[in-house]
């Protein structure tokens, strides 16, 4: 299991790592889009708190990842990303599939706030760029087509401050849960994906000892 705030990394991290063991990449995300586009009685469900603009419920969203865990592809492993978000899901998902490890991504909140901030978007082709890690040819124009870049209003500083306090204070206790179980391990998310990857090894190749710190976390 992948932990950490949004821009930390858990992502690209976890493409690479399910494509070297050959297991899927879960994240919730992915799971109701993908449960929905199926049309199954767990999607048309789900869609109908999305259409509304609600939240899915926990019950519905654990159902469809226990539906996907059934699948053949799951039977060796898999990772999952970002998931779950609180301490109830927390405590709900153990008594489905409890992970044999969970990996924080901890990064100093202020390279945190350049990367979210930092991204910007073709409005034209859809590429992302972002102005700290993957900048454009020419500042603030697509490589592709010239456009000029847009930012998402939630990138903008003062709602990713909002984001991060917010993950911060549901993230604390899932830490302290995790810990208590004996299975978290933290990983310094900072420097380049090809770094972060090869500490990702190590620390998976380590023996758990559940001794992971929350600071990161709690000094957003």
């Not at 500490?199 to 957003?220: I, Q, Y």
Request: charged fraction near 25%.
């Amino acid at each position: 299991m992948f932990l950490g705030p949004p821009g930390a990394g858990k992502g690209t991290q976890a493409v690479e790592l399910t494509r070297k063991l050959g297991v899927p990449q879960l994240s919730t995300g992915d799971l109701l889009r993908a449960a929905v586009a199926e049309g199954s009685e767990l999607g048309r469900a789900a869609d109908g708190h999305m259409r509304a603009g609600r939240l899915v419920p926990d019950e519905l969203v654990l159902e469809i990842l226990r539906d996907r865990l059934r699948r053949p592809d799951a039977a060796r492993g898999y990772v999952l990303d970002g998931f779950p978000r609180t301490l109830a899901q927390a405590v709900a998902l153990d008594a489905i599939a409890r992970p044999d490890v969970v990996v924080f991504f901890e990064l100093d909140p202020r390279e945190l706030l350049l990367r979210l901030t930092g991204r910007r978007i073709c409005p034209s082709c859809g590429s992302i760029y972002n102005v700290v890690s993957n900048p454009p040819r020419t500042p603030e124009h697509c490589d592709r087509d010239g456009s000029p870049l847009l930012q998402r209003p939630d990138d903008r500083p003062e709602a990713v401050e909002v984001r991060l306090r917010v993950y911060a204070e549901l993230t604390v206790p899932l830490l302290e849960h995790y810990r208590s179980l004996g299975l978290l391990r933290t990983l310094d998310a900072s420097g380049t994906p090809a770094a972060v990857a090869e500490r990702l090894r190590r620390l998976l190749d380590e023996p758990a000892s559940g001794a992971a710190s929350p600071r990161a976390a709690e000094s957003l």
